[in-house]
């Protein structure tokens, strides 16, 4: 199982970035999906996520500003970030979840560094 993170970077305050995560060797449209970010000292934290349904949920700190997608043709999940603020910055992982009898199973991806300054 693969999750590839990419299209993170260095973006001014007020910008925009898009990310998107690839997964390979999991059934894509039975797994929900999520991003979380971890900035340094902190603990990880969910952004947001997506279920297999397409129903989202959404940190309260990046409402109305991020967007989380699908696209189960490509086994695609992408995050749309838009005015960022410095305190978006951070390393942004993708998330595959799935909900089993016995349990859940997680796959996790290589992260994607996010840095929001001027």
């Known amino acids: 199982v693969q999750l590839q993170a990419s299209g993170g970077g260095l973006v001014q305050p007020g910008g925009s970035l898009r990310l998107s995560c690839a997964a390979s060797g999991i059934i894509f449209s039975s797994y929900a999906m999520a991003w979380y970010r971890q900035a340094p000292g902190k603990q990880r934290e969910l952004v947001a996520a997506?279920?297999?349904?397409?129903?989202?949920t959404y940190a309260d700190s990046v409402k109305s500003r991020f967007t989380i997608s699908r696209e189960n043709a490509k086994s695609s999940v992408y995050l749309q970030m838009n005015r960022v603020k410095p305190e978006d910055s951070g390393v942004y992982y993708c998330n595959a979840v799935r909900t089993i009898v016995s349990g859940r199973i997680d796959y996790w991806g290589q992260g994607t560094q996010v840095t929001v300054s001027s």
């Open positions: 997506i279920s297999s349904d397409n129903r989202v």
